[in-house]
Nanobody
Framework: QVQLVESGGGLVQAGGSLRLSCAAS????????MGWYRQAPGKQRELVAA???????DYADSVKGRFTVSRDNAKNTVYLEMNSLKFEDTGVYYC????????????????WGQGTQVTVSS
């Protein structure tokens, strides 16, 4: 079994910063893709930022220049540095990972974390 545990959410004023972390644990063989998604009330879940094991990154247009995604492959951990936060960044942030376990290295799993709330006050 592989699990994702997120941390770092909270309440912050507009213009402030937060750093989210997501650590994968379990019988991991490799993790290729790790990403952050968010879901605002009444809206669909959307991609915020993602990174692959070889360093490729992708950002939603709305966060480019403000958010930075990074990862520590040795720790199977992905981070999201969020600066210049806006009210519209409010939502539940979910970590997502695609990888393989030691028991089933030919099968790619896709898992989600439980989510962490980010609230930006205007």
């Amino acid at each position: 079994q592989v699990q994702l545990v997120e941390s770092g959410g909270g309440l912050v004023q507009a213009g402030g910063s937060l750093r989210l972390s997501c650590a994968a644990s379990g019988s991991i063989f490799s993790i290729n893709y790790m990403g952050w998604y968010r879901q605002a009330p009444g809206k669909q879940r959307e991609l915020v930022a993602a990174t692959t094991r070889d360093g490729n990154v992708d950002y939603a247009d709305s966060v480019k220049g403000r958010f930075t995604v990074s990862r520590d492959n040795a720790k199977n951990t992905v981070y999201l540095e969020m600066n210049s936060l806006k009210f519209e960044d409010t939502g539940v942030y979910y970590c997502n990972a695609h990888g393989r376990t030691r028991e089933r290295p030919l099968y790619e799993f896709v898992i989600w974390g439980q989510g962490t709330q980010v609230t930006v006050s205007s």
